[in-house]
Each structure stands twice: as C-alpha cells, then as structure tokens.
C-alpha cells in the first residue's frame, strides 16, 4: 500500500476515533450540526479552489467524480470544525480566545503543508501557506458563527430527548 493510501486510511481511523469520543462526550445533535455545516463550507471551497486550479488533488479516492480529495474536505476539515466549536472558550480571556482562534488554522496548515511537500495527496499550484491559514481561519469561524447563532435561534431544536 502506498504512502498516500496509508495516510487517507489513518486519517479515516483518527476521525472515527474522535467523533466517537465526541458523540459521547458531547451533545450528540451538536455534533451533527457542526459536522454538516462544516462539509457545506469546506466541500463547496474545495470545489471552487480545485476548479480555479489553485489546488490539485492528483491521489483521490473518486477520481472519476471530483478533482477533490474527500477525506480531507468532506471528513477531516469538518471533524476540525466540531472540535473548534465544542472546545471554543466562551468565558475565557481575550488572550485565550486568540489563542484558540489562532492555534487550530495553524495546526491544519501545517498538517495540509506536511501533506503537500512529502505525498502526491495535495499540490499546492497557486495556494500560499498565509491564504490556506486564512481560508481554514473562516471556515472555522463562520462554521462556529452558524453554530451560536443556530444554539440562539433554536434552542429547543438541539436539546436532547427525554428517554
């Protein structure tokens, strides 16, 4: 098996691994909606980056259907975005915020800049490291904006039921 074929089958085992604990740790309704809100952004950016050739996915999983990686967008950026949200401090300092705000690009970005200089996963042809920072920095925030603004406006909707 290859290397970019191992690393796809790793991240899908860390990602199950993680939204399973998450689906007991936390709300499980939560989850879903953090998790879906974040496949509509990264899924729907991934297609509009790839068609702009700013990135090229030369190894993917359905090479006939789309130029773009799904592990990556549909599974690994999404699960990123419900532990952002979930672990988001409401009541922390400023400083911790930042942190927060900062910490979690950060990580994906130098995630995705391994992935791209050592496999065949991910071409980076027009993409900066600062732009996917800052691309990964919206997505997350707007992905956790949805999330406060959805726990707002309907609150019922994401209680549990009574069993």
């Not at 909606?33 to 090229?56: D, R, Y």
């Not at 979930?86 to 009541?91: A, E, H, T």
Request: glycine fraction near 2%; charged fraction near 20%; include cysteine.
């Amino acid at each position: 098996m290859s290397l970019e074929r191992t690393i796809l089958l790793a991240v899908w085992a860390f990602v199950i691994i993680l939204l399973g604990w998450l689906w007991f740790k936390s709300s499980r309704r939560d989850v879903i909606l953090l998790f879906c809100a974040g496949q509509c952004f990264t899924w729907s950016a991934s297609l509009l980056f790839v068609e702009l050739k700013w990135i090229e996915n030369p190894i993917r999983e359905f090479s006939k259907a789309t130029s773009a990686n799904f592990t990556f967008n549909y599974v690994l950026y999404p699960t990123l975005n419900v532990i952002y949200s979930l672990k988001y401090p409401r009541n922390g300092t400023r400083f911790r915020k930042w942190l927060h705000i900062a910490k979690y690009p950060a990580a994906m970005t130098v995630f995705i800049l391994i992935i791209a200089k050592y496999t065949r996963l991910i071409k980076l042809t027009s993409f900066t490291w600062y732009e996917l920072y800052l691309v990964t920095m919206i997505s997350l925030f707007m992905v956790r904006k949805y999330y406060e603004w959805f726990r707002r406006s309907f609150p019922e909707a994401l209680k549990e039921p009574v069993q």
